[in-house]
């Protein structure tokens, strides 16, 4: 073999193990990739059950209950909803009518079992995620001076309230 055809068998080598590296990592990070959704997402596309991703909204009014440790609430974006259970302590900030995004597990009767729950941490804070699919969806503006301020969906517009 020739001194050329050597450097071909190396370089070629050397490929295929770089290759076989980034194809490793891939599937090593998509047990771990994490995607973020909207109620009305979750409903549209048909998310599989025991399906792993972020739900991001604003915690509906009037929907949050307490039976022990588990609270369940349900998370809005003004066009669809989805109930969600947590077991554990929610952040100090998390109340109704505030942003959230919960990561978990989507059940087969399409609630939601989260594992962890994020509140936003003042008035001016809201995920780019959450803020940009609330915007998209017609339900989100900026309040005064900046500071985000949920809009009132159509329903609520319309009844005068």
């Known amino acids: 073999m020739t001194r050329k055809g050597r450097r071909l068998v190396l370089i070629a080598a050397g490929l295929g193990v770089l290759a076989l590296a980034a ?13 973020f959704r909207t109620p009305t997402e979750v409903a549209q596309q048909q998310v ?5 991703l972020r739900l991001g909204g604003l915690v509906e009014t009037g929907s949050v209950t307490k039976a022990g440790t588990v609270t369940t609430f349900t998370v809005t974006d003004g066009n ?26 989507l059940e087969a009767d399409g609630s939601f ?14 995920p780019r ?13 900026e309040g005064e ?17």
């Not at 500071?147 to 319309?158: H, I, Q, T, V």
């Open 23 to 35: 194809g490793l990592i891939l599937s090593a990070l998509n047990d771990t990739i994490v995607f």
């Open 48 to 52: 599989a059950p025991g399906s792993r």
């Open 80 to 105: 669809g909803t989805v109930k969600v259970a947590y077991s554990g302590i929610l952040p100090d900030l998390f109340r109704e009518g505030q942003g959230v995004v919960a990561e978990g597990v």
């Open 113 to 126: 079992r989260a594992d962890s729950v994020l509140a936003k941490h003042d008035e001016k804070y809201m």
């Open 129 to 141: 995620e959450v803020a940009d699919a609330l915007k998209k969806q017609g339900v989100w503006k």
């Open 145 to 161: 001076n900046g500071a985000p301020a949920p809009a009132r969906p159509a329903a609520a517009a319309n009844t005068g309230s």
